[in-house]
């Protein structure tokens, strides 16, 4: 089992920069990718950033299009936390951002209960 917990939205004007953080617990070990997604009012829930892990190695991250050179993950090891540092924040990024655990092992998938991102002048 794996629980995550987010933290870190707000409501911010455009320009503005954030930082989410998702702090993990459980079963974090091997072969896995920790990442964010986001879910605007009557849309589908999206990928924003993700990052794939063996051991304490970190593999590779991606990034949509829409979202690269603005937003960056990372991972601290110690803490068992990623960050989503968001930086140049449009209207259409808000959304509710939601943490993702993937154990590649078993296909077992968890998220966390979501953190509100609110851009507006």
């Known amino acids: 089992q794996v629980q995550l917990v987010e933290s870190g939205g707000a409501s911010v004007q455009p320009g503005g920069s954030l930082r989410l953080s998702c702090a993990a617990s459980?079963?974090?070990?091997?072969?896995?990718?920790m990442g964010w997604y986001r879910q605007a009012p009557g849309k589908q829930r999206e990928m924003v950033a993700r990052i794939t892990v063996i051991g304490d190695t970190n593999l590779a991250d991606s990034y949509p299009d829409s979202v690269k050179g603005r937003f960056t993950i990372s991972r601290d090891n110690a803490k068992d936390t990623v960050y989503l540092q968001m930086n140049s924040l449009k209207p259409e990024d808000t959304a509710v951002y939601y943490c993702?655990?993937?154990?590649?092992?078993?296909?077992?998938?968890?998220w966390g209960q979501g953190t509100q991102v609110t851009v507006s002048s």
């Open positions: 993702n655990f993937y154990l590649f092992s078993s296909g077992q998938m968890y």
């Open positions: 459980g079963s974090i070990f091997g072969h896995y990718r």
